[in-house]
C-alpha cells in the first residue's frame, strides 16, 4: 500500500558527480547533501533528480551554483520540496509529468489552495502556492527539453507559461532575475516583513520556558538555545551547528570570537564577536548539563555539537528550534508573530545601530555610502551577519535609525556597549524570575557570573572597533 504522505524528498550524505574531462583523465566532483526525490512508491523519480542535477549549474547569487547547505539541503533543498507537490499529484492521477495539458496545472495549483490544516484553516499560504507553482513551472519546462518538446512550456505551449523580469541592484551594479508567470498563479499577498523581535517577547519566552513544567535538562537547553538566538544573529541552522571546541576557544580569547557556520555565501565559517556572559552561559550547560549525557552515550565519540537530544545525546536537528519557539510563544500567549528568524532581524538591526553611533553618521544614506565604499566596516559587517551582499541587509538600516533616533551619545565600543545591553536583559530577566521562584541562592550565583563576565568584556574588549 503506497503511503501518499510519506515525505518524497532525502538527501544523498556523498554523492559523486563527473565534473570534467582533462588530458585522458576523469575529475569528479563529491556532493554532500544534494537533495533526492522519490515516487510515493519510493521507486526513484528520474525527472525530478536530473532537474535537481541540473540545478548544480544554476547560477545563484555570487554567482555559484545553487546551494546543498543545510538541514534541508540548501536552495536545491527547497526547489525539490517545491516540485515533490507536483510528483505526488502526477502519481496519484497517473500522469506522466511530459503528458501534463494546461487545465493539470490548474486542477494542481487549485488542490494546493484548498489544503487545510487540522484546524481548517489554509495549509499553504497564497505566497507559498505561488512560489511552489513557479519552481513546478521552471521543473515543466526542463522536462520539455528532455523529451524534446521545445515549446512545452511557453506563452503558447501546452502550459501557458511565461517568463518575466525583475530587476535588483547588487553592489550598485543592475541585475535582471526571472520569474514564470502563469493564469492559475495570483499576484500574491503582500508579504510580512519580519521585524526584530522586542525584547519583552524575548523576556516573556524566557519566563515561559520556566514555567511550562519541562525538566531541567530541556529548561537549560532551552534557554541557551535563546541566548545563542539572541547573541549570534544566526540562521536556525547555523545556531543548530554550533561546536563545543569554537565556545571553548572563544573563552581562551581575550576579545571572545565565536566561530559560526556560514550556510549562505558558499558555505565556510566566520567569527562574530561576543561577550563573556553569554559564552559563560553556554560554556555552563556544555559542562553541568551536555557533557555527563554525551559521555554516557557516547563514551569518547563525541559528536561536538553543543545542542543535543535528552534522550540519545544525538544531535538536536536545528529543525526543532522553529518547533521550541512556536511552542513557548505559544504559553506565553504572545499574539503576533514570533519566529527563530526574528532574532537575527533583531541581531542585525542592534549591531547597525551601535555602528551609527560609532561613526556618528547621521542618515541612511550615509550609512548606505558607507557600507559601499567603506572597506573594513563593509567587510566585517557581512563577516558578522553572514550576508552575501550589502544589499541584502539594506532593508535594517531604516529600522536602525529608527532605533537610533532617541540616542544622542556616541558609543566608544560596539562590544561594551552590547554586552552591557545583554548584561541589563539578563538582570532584568533573573529580578522577575527572582519574585516567583525566591531562590535567592540561585538568583546569586547567576548575578554574580553575569557580573564578572561584564567586568571582563570592559577590562578586555580591545580595540579591534576602534576608528
Not at 155 to 172: F, L
Not at 442 to 466: C, E, I, P, T
Request: a positive charge; aromatic letters at 10%; glycine letters at 10%.
Amino acid at each position: 500500500m503506497v503511503d501518499q504522505h510519506k515525505k518524497l524528498v532525502s538527501r544523498l550524505k556523498d554523492f559523486q558527480l563527473h565534473d570534467f574531462y582533462a588530458r585522458g583523465e576523469a575529475h569528479r566532483r563529491n556532493i554532500v547533501g544534494l537533495s533526492h526525490v522519490s515516487w510515493p512508491h519510493r521507486r526513484p523519480c528520474n525527472e525530478a533528480n536530473l532537474y535537481i542535477l541540473s540545478l548544480l549549474k544554476r547560477p545563484g547569487r555570487g554567482g555559484a551554483g545553487l546551494s546543498t547547505n543545510g538541514e534541508s539541503g540548501g536552495s536545491i533543498g527547497e526547489h525539490a520540496y517545491k516540485i515533490s507537490h507536483l510528483v505526488r499529484y502526477c502519481f496519484k492521477n497517473s500522469i506522466a509529468f511530459h503528458e501534463l495539458v494546461d487545465g493539470d496545472f490548474y486542477k494542481f495549483i487549485k488542490e494546493l489552495r484548498l489544503e487545510v490544516t487540522e484546524k481548517g484553516g489554509p495549509k499553504k499560504s497564497e505566497n507559498t502556492v505561488n512560489a511552489v507553482g513557479r519552481s513546478c513551472i521552471g521543473f515543466l519546462e526542463f522536462v520539455g527539453r528532455l523529451y524534446g518538446a521545445a515549446n512545452f512550456v511557453s506563452a503558447d505551449g501546452i502550459i501557458k507559461a511565461s517568463e518575466k523580469e525583475h530587476v535588483i541592484y547588487e553592489g550598485g551594479k543592475k541585475k535582471v532575475r526571472y520569474y514564470w508567470t502563469h493564469g492559475s498563479l495570483s499576484l500574491g499577498e503582500r508579504e510580512n516583513k519580519r521585524n526584530p523581535i522586542p525584547r519583552t517577547d524575548i523576556k516573556d519566552l524566557r519566563m515561559a520556558i520556566d514555567d511550562i513544567g519541562s525538566g531541567d535538562f530541556v529548561v537549560v537547553r532551552r534557554h541557551t538555545m535563546i541566548a545563542a538566538l539572541v547573541n549570534l544573529g544566526g540562521r536556525r541552522s547555523e545556531i543548530g551547528l554550533l561546536t563545543v571546541a569554537s565556545v571553548k576557544q572563544a573563552l581562551s580569547e581575550a576579545d571572545p570570537m565565536l566561530e559560526l557556520p556560514t550556510l549562505k555565501r558558499g558555505g565556510g565559517t566566520r567569527k562574530i564577536p561576543v561577550s563573556r556572559v553569554f559564552l559563560q552561559q553556554v560554556d555552563q550547560f556544555i559542562d553541568d548539563w551536555r557533557g555527563p549525557l554525551v559521555r554516557k552515550k557516547y563514551g569518547a565519540k563525541d559528536h561536538g555539537y553543543v545542542f543535543i537530544s535528552e534522550t540519545d545525546g544525538g544531535h538536536y536537528a536545528p529543525r526543532n528550534i522553529t518547533n521550541e519557539i512556536r511552542m513557548l510563544r505559544k504559553f506565553a500567549g504572545i499574539e503576533r508573530q514570533v519566529c527563530a528568524h526574528m532574532f537575527r532581524h533583531a541581531f542585525i538591526t542592534n549591531l547597525f545601530v551601535l555602528l551609527i553611533e560609532r561613526h556618528k553618521i547621521e542618515s541612511p544614506d550615509e550609512f548606505r555610502a558607507l557600507l559601499i565604499d567603506g572597506g573594513k566596516l563593509k567587510s566585517e559587517v557581512l563577516k558578522w551577519t553572514g550576508g552575501k551582499s550589502v544589499d541584502s541587509l539594506d532593508t535594517y538600516i531604516d529600522l536602525a535609525f529608527e532605533e537610533a533616533s532617541g540616542f544622542g551619545s556616541i558609543v566608544d565600543s560596539v562590544v561594551v556597549v552590547r554586552s552591557t545591553r545583554l548584561f541589563l536583559d539578563e538582570a532584568k530577566y533573573l529580578l522577575d524570575r527572582l519574585s516567583k521562584s525566591r531562590d535567592v541562592d540561585s538568583f546569586v550565583g547567576k548575578f554574580q557570573s553575569a557580573m564578572d563576565g561584564l567586568l571582563a568584556d570592559f577590562n578586555n574588549h580591545g580595540s579591534r572597533f576602534k576608528s
